[in-house]
T-cell receptor, first 117, second 113 residues
Framework: AQKITQTQPGMFVQEKEAVTLDCTYD???????LFWYKQPSSGEMIFLIY??????QNATEGRYSLNFQKARKSANLVISASQLGDSAMYFC??????????????FGTGTQLKVEL | GAGVSQSPRYKVAKRGQDVALRCDPI?????LFWYQQALGQGPEFLTY????????KSGLPSDRFFAERPEGSVSTLKIQRTQQEDSAVYLC???????????FGPGTRLTVL
C-alpha cells in the first residue's frame, strides 16, 4: 500500500494566486513527521516545510503553509501568492518512528506545478 | 557554508561496467542517506549511515549495490555490473542527527546504455 499519496500529477496556477497541493499518508505510528520538498528542473531537493504529528498548530514558513488534518491523514501544502519561480515538482514525504533506518523519508510520486502569467 | 556535494553529476556507463558515486555531506552531519530517483518518480530510500556504521541497507535493490562511509564523512555508492534498470538519479542527503531535516545534494544522473 502507498504510504504517501499525491493524487495530482500536474497543477496549474496563475501568478499571485494561491494553490493547494494534496498529500495523504498512511501510518500506524503515533509519532511521525511530514515534509514537503521542492525539486526544480535542475534536480536539487529543497526543503520547504515540516509538520510533526504532535504539533497542534499548522506549520507555516513564509508563503508556505501546511494544512494538517490528522484524523483524515492529510498534509496539504498551500502556496500563497504564487510566483513564476514556484514552477517545479513538489514532493510530500513522511518520516516514521526512528528505527534502524533513522529518519529515512518515504516520498510520494510528486505534483508538477506550473505557474502561469 | 557548503552544502552536500555529489560527484560526478552525470555518469554514462555501458551495461556490465562498475560505477562509483561519491557524496560529501555537510561537515559535522552524523546521518547520511542514499536515495534512488527513477524518472518521473519520487526518491526511494536505499541505505542509511550513522557516522561510519551502516545501520540500514534494506532499500538496496540487489547485491550489486554496495555503500560505504569508512571515516564517517564521505560516502561512496558502488554499483557493480550495471544494468539498464539502474539508470536513475542517485541522491545523497545528510542531517545533523537522526530526527532532523535532511539536506540533499544535487544528485548523480546515471545512464546505463
Amino acid at each position: 500500500a502507498q504510504k504517501i499519496t499525491q493524487t495530482q500529477p500536474g497543477m496549474f496556477v496563475q501568478e499571485k494566486e494561491a494553490v493547494t497541493l494534496d498529500c495523504t499518508y498512511d501510518t500506524s505510528d503515533q509519532s511521525y513527521g511530514l515534509f514537503w520538498y521542492k525539486q526544480p528542473s535542475s534536480g536539487e531537493m529543497i526543503f520547504l516545510i515540516y509538520q510533526g504529528s504532535y504539533d497542534e498548530q499548522n506549520a507555516t514558513e513564509g508563503r508556505y503553509s501546511l494544512n494538517f488534518q490528522k484524523a483524515r491523514k492529510s498534509a496539504n501544502l498551500v502556496i500563497s501568492a504564487s510566483q513564476l519561480g514556484d514552477s517545479a515538482m513538489y514532493f510530500c514525504a513522511m518520516r516514521e518512528a526512528p528505527g534502524g533506518g533513522g529518519n529515512k523519508l518515504t516520498f510520494g510520486t510528486g505534483t508538477q506545478l506550473k505557474v502561469e502569467l | 557554508g557548503a552544502g552536500v556535494s555529489q560527484s560526478p553529476r552525470y555518469k554514462v556507463a555501458k551495461r556490465g561496467q562498475d560505477v562509483a558515486l561519491r557524496c560529501d555531506p555537510i561537515s559535522g552531519h552524523v546521518s547520511l542517506f542514499w536515495y534512488q530517483q527513477a524518472l518521473g518518480q519520487g526518491p526511494e530510500f536505499l541505505t542509511y549511515f550513522q557516522n561510519e556504521a551502516q545501520l540500514d541497507k534494506s532499500g538496496l535493490p540487489s547485491d550489486r549495490f554496495f555503500a560505504e562511509r569508512p571515516e564517517g564523512s564521505v560516502s561512496t555508492l558502488k554499483i557493480q555490473r550495471t544494468q539498464q534498470e539502474d539508470s536513475a538519479v542517485y541522491l545523497c542527503a545528510s542531517s545533523y542527527d537522526r530526527g532532523n531535516e535532511q539536506f540533499f545534494g544535487p544528485g548523480t544522473r546515471l545512464t546505463v546504455l
